[in-house]
C-alpha cells in the first residue's frame, strides 16, 4: 500500500505542477509557433549546466524577448527540463574537453567534496568552463530540434485543448459571467 500512495502523489505532483498548467496555457489561445518557440527556448536554457542558474537565464530571456515568447510556457519548460539539466552536466563536460583538446578531468568523490568544501582545484574550474563551452556549442542544435519536434505536438494540443471561439450562439463561459441576464417570471 505505501507504493500505491507514493504514485498517488507522485501523480498528485504531476497534475498539479505539470499537467494542469499546460492546459491553462493551451486554453488561452497562444498560437503552436510562440508556445514551440518558449518550451524549445526554456528546455534549452534549463539544461545549463550549473544548477540554479536556468531560471535566471530564463528571466533573463523573457525580459528581453517580451511579447517574442511566453512567460509561462519558458517557466514549465524549464522546470521540465530540470532532471535532464542534471543528467547532461557530464557529456557537456567531455564535449568542452573534446572541443578544447583539454585534459579528461577524473568524476571521483574527492574532486566533488573539494567542490562543496572551498579547496577546488584549478581543475575543478576548468571543467565548469569546459561543461560551459559544451553547452554552448550543443545549445544551438538542442533549440532547433526542440523546435521542429515540438511544434508539431503543439499544434495539435492547440486544436485538441484550446480555447473554443464564441459564436452567437455558443457563448464562452467568460462571456456567460459577465453578461449575466436577469430573468424575469
Not at 34 to 47: D, H, K
Not at 132 to 151: D, E, H, N, R
Request: net charge positive; glycine share 8%; aromatic share 10%.
Amino acid at each position: 500500500m505505501v507504493m500505491g500512495s507514493s504514485k498517488g502523489r507522485v501523480k498528485a505532483w504531476f497534475n498539479k505542477k505539470i499537467t494542469d498548467p499546460l492546459l491553462q496555457i493551451l486554453r488561452r489561445g497562444t498560437e503552436p509557433k510562440q508556445l514551440a518557440f518558449s518550451a524549445a527556448l526554456g528546455i534549452t536554457l534549463g539544461i545549463f549546466p550549473i544548477c540554479g542558474v536556468p531560471v535566471f537565464l530564463c528571466g533573463v530571456a523573457i525580459a528581453f524577448l517580451g511579447s517574442a515568447c511566453h512567460a509561462p510556457t519558458v517557466m514549465l519548460a524549464n522546470i521540465i527540463a530540470t532532471p535532464v539539466e542534471l543528467a547532461l552536466v557530464v557529456p557537456f563536460l567531455r564535449l568542452g574537453e573534446k572541443v578544447t583538446g583539454g585534459p579528461h578531468f577524473p568524476l571521483t568523490s574527492d574532486a566533488l567534496k573539494k567542490v562543496f568544501t572551498g579547496q577546488a582545484s584549478q581543475e575543478v574550474f576548468l571543467s565548469i568552463g569546459n561543461a560551459l563551452l559544451g553547452w554552448l556549442v550543443a545549445t544551438p542544435f538542442f533549440f532547433i530540434a526542440l523546435y521542429v519536434v515540438l511544434m508539431p505536438c503543439f499544434k495539435i494540443l492547440v486544436r485538441k485543448f484550446g480555447a473554443v471561439a464564441s459564436t452567437p450562439k455558443t457563448p464562452t463561459s467568460i462571456d456567460i459571467e459577465l453578461n449575466p441576464k436577469p430573468r424575469f417570471a
